[in-house]
């Protein structure tokens, strides 16, 4: 029993401290999860060996892990930069003449440096809103979507990521505890992403497409 109280009154004790937590600076590490998608208003359609391909976005999200660190300038109103590692991605149905093929789908992910810039606003002590542009550098990817475009026209074709280095934007809300942090977000690209070559000849405007994400992270400030 002596043992227990000791344990509970620390814990009190070490949340007092960080309820009381409220510097003008911040530097913190935060982790979390992203669900995103790739899609556009417009599809691919092919034709290969009298067959006719039809690739179609998919309203599926692809979830993967985002983490890095974050700087924040401020109280009420603040600026905060991020570094951040993000794994994003999207799917693609797949049809022949109309149905869907052995495959179904295509799923593409690939790894960036995105660095969001922030300006928020603190409504309430736990409460703050904020938004910002961000710029998203690609990493690598997983190549299965020119994969899929070889199989329809025998190597003819060339899919890629376009413009490796892309611009957004992030907007949500955040919740802050003490040294603890929660932020939920929606990201959204002003570039395309996705632009398929065939033979050398760009067909952007054809297949052009643009990445989005929801995002959930939490986060600890050291400083």
Do not use: H, W
């Not at 509970?8 to 960080?18: G, N, P, Q, V, W």
């Not at 890095?68 to 009420?76: A, D, I, S, Y």
């Not at 600026?79 to 003449?97: A, H, T």
């Not at 060339?158 to 929606?186: I, P, T, W």
């Amino acid at each position: 029993m002596k043992n227990m109280f000791i344990v509970l009154c620390a814990l009190c004790i070490s949340y007092s401290a960080s309820a009381q937590y409220d510097p003008a600076f911040r530097f913190g590490i935060k982790a979390g999860a992203n669900l995103s998608n790739i899609n556009g208003s417009n599809d691919l359609s092919l034709n290969s060996g009298g067959n006719a391909f039809n690739f179609k976005d998919n309203d599926n999200r692809s979830l993967g892990f985002v983490g890095g660190v974050f700087f924040r300038f401020g109280k009420n109103v603040y600026i905060q930069p991020e570094f951040l590692l993000s794994q994003k991605g999207g799917r693609f149905n797949v049809y022949e003449d109309g149905v869907q093929n052995s495959d179904g789908k295509v799923d593409v992910r690939f790894s960036n440096l995105d660095v969001p810039v922030l300006f928020g606003v603190r409504i309430a002590r736990f409460f703050r809103i904020n938004v910002g542009p961000m710029a998203s550098l690609r990493l690598n990817s997983n190549g299965k979507l020119g994969d899929s475009f070889d199989d329809v026209t025998g190597s003819n074709s060339e899919a890629e990521f376009k413009n490796r280095l892309a611009y957004g934007y992030q907007a949500g809300v955040g919740f802050d505890f003490g040294r603890l942090s929660l932020d939920v977000r929606y990201e959204g690209n002003f570039t395309e992403v996705v632009n398929v070559n065939f033979n050398n000849s760009t067909t952007a405007s054809q297949f052009g497409k643009k990445g989005n994400l929801f995002q959930a992270t939490l986060g600890f400030s050291i400083l």
